[in-house]
């Protein structure tokens, strides 16, 4: 297990941009895959993004080309660069990895006008 922290949510206008931190309680560097996970009010959690300490990456078709997720691996933290939002994106951010069997509290996303 290790724990993953969110941050970096909050109110922005549509077509605005946030970064999302998802800190790590250890090293990153042995984690494979560090994914991005979000959930809207009534409805179920979605698959939004990962990296993997190879350095490959995959987006669920509607954020591809307005998201980016990276890795810091001296700084614990996998980040979500969020470019271009859009009120459907509003949710609650979740970062995650398979090895956990947990999820945290995550960071509210709001986008509106």
């Known amino acids: 297990q290790v724990q993953l922290v969110e941050s970096g949510g909050g109110l922005v206008q549509p077509g605005g941009s946030l970064r999302l931190s998802c800190v790590a309680s250890?090293?990153?560097?042995?984690?494979?895959?560090v994914g991005w996970y979000r959930q809207a009010p009534g409805k179920q959690r979605e698959f939004v993004a990962v990296?993997?300490?190879?350095?490959?990456?995959k987006y669920a078709d509607f954020v591809k080309g307005r998201f980016t997720v990276s890795r810091d691996n001296e700084k614990n933290t996998v980040y979500l660069q969020m470019n271009s939002l859009k009120p459907e994106d509003t949710a609650v951010y979740y970062c995650?990895?398979?090895?956990?069997?947990?999820w945290g509290q995550g960071t509210q996303v709001t986008v509106s006008s």
């Open positions: 995650n990895t398979p090895g956990n069997s947990y």
């Open positions: 990296r993997t300490s190879g350095g490959t990456t």
């Open positions: 250890r090293s990153i560097v042995n984690i494979y895959a």
